[in-house]
């Protein structure tokens, strides 16, 4: 190699002062090199200046499920919960092959020309078989992805019912302090345990299909009494005249499900995320659903109850995670389900015997904090 083309770091007569690429590389900051996703303070500072690494790192740590970092999370997200709050917060389900990421892109752009900020917690669901996720939301959302004012996290559901993560909500505080205004929880799927998604947003909108042979039993009664606003998807070329057929049986569904004339039923629409037609009533429906929240003083309320549910789905959480790992556990378990196989325990004599070495792990993995 010539001398001109040896870069100038390597070479006897180089001299500082050089651009990176033509001297040695810049010494890096140490407060830089230290692992800022660990500090709280800091992470939270550039979450709040909008820095999408910041905002990734930060949707990393709460979802972490080392213990390690959950106290690192919790400091986090104390940081940034005075910031959060204030956004339109919108669950998304539907039958599979409603097109629910399709039309996530097709109404995202739409806001983000009226001047929102988009964020989409997309949330895939985890196989039985190995534990992964194919995380492919961001293909199906290929025009929203390009702008700098969204941010799509694909988040693997877990072990975790309900037709979202464990940590959606977590997530749903760091997007909000990063200054998105507008949060979409778009679920798994649709079924009797995917409804959790309902109690950590302001509007449910439950995306429909025509043509999809038994719409009305697949699409589980407990959904369509938690739907705040329904369209039918895919309303264009031939299927149109199909959906506004559909639309209007799940308006009568409504109808049955809720005999109680002075109840508010959901608004039925019909939209084509393919044409555009229909997208921008389906918002209104929705701003118009969370302003008579907000009319009626039923907004804070409504956050406040998910707010204590939710907590008791952690605890439930944190207690599957630490029967999981506990050693007195793991130490009995192959053996008290091999008894109960052979028919020499009962489940519920084995589940006691389980039940009672946790109890002796619990004081190790939860230790009382000392008194100040």
């Known amino acids: 190699m010539s001398k001109d083309k040896v870069p100038l770091y390597l070479r006897s007569d180089s001299t500082p002062g050089h651009q990176y690429g033509d001297a040695a590389p810049p010494r890096r900051d140490p407060a830089k090199v230290r692992r800022p996703d660990l500090d709280p303070e800091l992470l939270a500072k550039q979450v709040l200046a909008g820095e999408r690494t910041a905002i990734a790192k930060a949707i990393t740590l709460v979802e972490s499920s080392k213990r390690a970092h959950h106290a ?19 669950g998304i389900t539907g039958v599979p092959g409603s097109g629910k990421s399709t039309f996530i892109d097709a109404l995202g752009q739409r806001l983000i020309d009226a001047g929102h900020k988009i964020a989409v917690l997309a949330v895939d669901p985890t196989s039985a078989k190995t534990g992964g996720s194919i995380l492919g939301d961001r293909t199906r959302m290929g ?63 439950l995306i429909a299909l025509a043509r999809a042979g038994d ?13 705040d606003v329904i369209t039918v998807n895919k309303a264009d070329g031939d299927n149109e005249g199909e959906a506004r057929v559909t639309a209007r049986e799940l308006s009568i569904a409504m109808k049955l499900i809720n005999s109680d004339p002075q109840a508010p039923r959901p608004p039925v629409l019909t939209s084509s995320a393919l044409t555009g037609k229909g997208l921008d009533e389906v918002w209104q429906a929705i701003v118009d659903h969370r302003a008579r929240l907000e009319d009626a003083g039923l907004l804070e309320a409504r956050r406040a109850r998910q707010q204590r549910e939710w907590l008791w789905a952690l605890v439930r959480g944190e ?54």
């Open 143 to 205: 025009e929203l992805a390009q702008s700098e004012n969204t941010f799509i996290r694909p988040s693997p559901a877990g072990t975790h019912l309900g037709g979202v993560a464990r940590t959606t909500r977590e997530s749903m505080l760091v997007l909000e302090a990063a200054g998105f205004d507008v949060v979409l929880v778009e679920t798994v799927g649709v079924g009797q345990s995917e409804v959790a998604v309902a109690g950590m947003v302001d509007t449910f909108l």
């Open 319 to 372: 207690l599957e995670d630490a029967l999981r790992t506990s050693t007195s556990v793991s130490a009995i378990r192959s053996g008290l389900e091999a008894d109960v196989e052979s028919g020499e325990l009962s489940a519920l004599e084995a589940s006691d015997a389980i039940l009672k070495a946790f109890a002796a792990d619990a004081s190790s993995l939860w230790p009382e904090k000392p008194k100040h």
């Open 72 to 90: 690192v999370a919790a400091d986090l997200l104390r940081i940034l919960r005075p910031y959060s709050g204030k956004a339109v917060r919108v």
């Open 215 to 227: 719409q009305l039993q697949g699409i589980k009664r407990g959904i369509l009494e938690m739907a």
